[in-house]
């Protein structure tokens, strides 16, 4: 049973799209993350909630908007999708404040903007 | 501004060949330095916490150790089997919840 599962794997879409990835977490951690990591490798943080309240809200872009319907779930919608946006995107939970420093990320999700 | 840099980018090993991996870190305060492995295509896998200078972690092949600017990986006797991407991450102290990534290195292990 996954820990840490988001979905889709892969998204291929066109400029201009509005896209969606979907993560979920049964390890009944607090605290969810959104991570990008880009095409140089370098994993930097977006957002982060606990007990489904926004806490890290790093400078990126109002397209990007991430919902927590409850503390196991946490999605990423993205607006008026850019060449630039393409990255692998990973979802990832810890026990509050991650003080130990002991994340579990997802596999990843791979968008592809063209 | 808080920097992590990891060297080299790349390294390749023959198996039994031991290594070592640096992090660098510039930050204002530190909380704590963390080292994950990440294979192809996953996520990054959580390895060990360090807190303090001084301090010294171990798992089978892995140690990692820090002092007051640097963190080393040190991979012993490697098998094919510890190829992947090894991430250094920080986080600062009153940053809750956010951890900065270095841009890690990659080892290659061959028989």
């Known amino acids: 049973d996954t820990a840490v599962s988001q979905t889709p794997k892969y998204l291929v879409t066109q400029m201009g799209n509005d896209k969606s990835i979907k993560c979920e977490q049964n390890?009944?951690?607090?605290?969810m993350y959104w991570y990008k990591q880009d095409s140089k490798k370098f994993l930097k943080i977006m957002f982060s909630?606990?007990?489904?309240?926004?806490?890290i809200n790093e400078t990126v872009p109002n397209r990007f908007s991430p919902k927590s319907p409850d503390k196991a779930h946490l999605n990423l919608h993205i607006n008026s999708l850019e060449l630039g946006d393409s990255a692998v995107y990973f979802c990832a939970s810890s026990l509050s404040g991650a003080d130990t420093g002991e994340l579990f990320f997802g596999e990843g999700s791979r968008l592809t903007v063209l | 501004e808080d920097q992590v840099t990891q060297s080299p980018e790349a390294l390749r090993l023959q198996e039994g060949e031991s290594s070592s991996l640096n992090c660098s870190y510039t930050v204002s305060g530190l909380r704590g330095l963390f080292w994950y492995r990440q294979d192809p295509g996953k996520g990054p896998e959580f390895l060990f916490t360090?807190?303090?200078a001084g301090e010294e972690k171990e798992k089978e092949r892995l140690k990692a150790t820090l002092t007051k600017k640097e963190s080393f990986l040190h991979i012993t006797a490697p098998k094919p089997e510890d190829s992947a991407t090894y991430l250094c991450?920080?986080?600062?102290?009153?940053?809750?919840?956010?951890?900065?990534f270095g841009a890690g290195t990659q080892v290659v292990v061959t028989p």
């Open positions: 991450a920080v986080q600062v102290k009153g940053s809750w919840g956010k951890l900065q």
């Open positions: 360090l807190y303090s």
């Open positions: 390890l009944g951690h607090d605290t």
């Open positions: 909630y606990n007990n489904k309240e926004l806490i």
